[in-house]
């Protein structure tokens, strides 16, 4: 029985491209929608996520991660996981991924689809709001797709925001959130922030803005405002609307309805939803789920694949 490969960055990250994954994930939103689920277990204060996707055509995965924040203190990671990729065909165990390698792509990869479906074709000043993991691997993406881009971060601590910058020659540090907002084009956030940053009154005609941090029912990273003035669009409705603050607080409020979701990637694959001029302002939730897991997971097996041969 041949061995079952267990794929780590340092084997799989130089084989990886960010303009191809969002051209696998273009595919992999012309399948049927995929059937989702999700598990929580808990003790104390630690937890086991499990998602779990299947997708017709790409097979199934599922993707567990431990959450345990007293490791911190031991000098051993908090978050720790990996993914199972399932044969659609036979349903044979194909490959175990480690999960950091596919959440980084998911994620980055996720907004970069976003941007490119979404924003503006002459886009090239983009700002980070954040300056973690996700924040690195936005600059990126980002810079795959526009080779002259102009890169700003912003942190609550700006020393966090200078030393990411210093790894990114070019990038340049904003004091004032506000004043750099306006400035950009695209505004991507990943930040852990409950309550909103980003206020509509800054946001200026044909802005894109990638909302990535808020992940449960009590996070947002932009108020009220910027949801009536922009044109709302997700990654998955089934993984955000009735999941995440961003969407969920100001529906209970009025201030939105689900009618005024524009469309998520299937709809904008099939190009029944999108931006329809240079002036709206578009704002995409980028809500993650396991069938992007799978479908990032997928194109990660198949470039291991191929070096192989």
Known sequence: MPTLPYLTAETCEPL??????????????????AELRDQLLSRGDDRLLSRAAWVDGLGAGVKSVTVYP??????????QGAMLVFDDATGAVEAVIDSALVTKWKTAGDSLLGARLLARKDA????????????????????AMIADLQVTIWARK????RAL?????????????????????????????????????????????????????DMREA???????????????????????ELMIPMAAGIISEADVQGDFHDMVASRAGRRS???????????????????????LTRWRAAQR
């Open 223 to 245: 108020d009220d405002t910027c949801l009536k003035r922009a044109r709302v669009f997700v990654d998955s409705r089934a993984t955000t609307i009735g999941h995440i603050g």
């Open 70 to 79: 007293g490791n911190a203190a031991k000098g051993l990671p908090s978050v």
């Open 16 to 33: 990886m491209d960010w303009i191809a994954l969002t051209d696998a994930l273009i595919e992999g939103h012309r399948a049927a929608p």
């Open 165 to 217: 910058a210093d790894r990114h020659p070019g990038a340049q540090v904003a004091e004032d959130l506000e004043s750099a907002v306006r400035a950009a084009d695209i505004i991507a956030t990943c930040t852990m922030a409950k309550e909103p940053l980003i206020k509509g009154d800054w946001l200026q005609p044909g802005q894109h803005l990638d909302l990535i941090g808020a992940y449960t029912p």
């Open 124 to 143: 090239r000043r983009l700002l980070i709001v954040g300056a973690g993991v996700v924040a690195a691997s936005l600059i990126e993406a980002y810079g």
């Open 158 to 161: 700006p020393a966090a925001a």
């Open 278 to 300: 240079d002036d709206e302002i578009t704002l995409f939730k980028n809500g993650g789920g396991a069938h992007l897991d799978l479908m990032t997971a997928r194109m990660i």
